[in-house]
């Protein structure tokens, strides 16, 4: 079991695969937020877009 799952997790690391959506990319928006958010971000929602 043990040996099967470090396996696993070096095939995962190994490999090197290409991105298979890069359309379903997360929005800017994310980036707006400094870290750890504020309790409160915006003083409205914002509308989201979709491209």
């Known amino acids: 079991g043990v040996i099967m799952l470090l396996s696993i ?7 090197q695969r290409q991105v298979l959506a890069t359309n ?9 937020q400094k870290t750890p958010p504020t309790e409160h971000s915006f003083s409205e929602l914002p509308l989201m877009i979709k491209f």
């Open 9 to 15: 997790i070096w095939e995962a690391l190994s490999a």
């Open 24 to 32: 379903s990319m997360s929005t800017s928006i994310e980036w707006y």
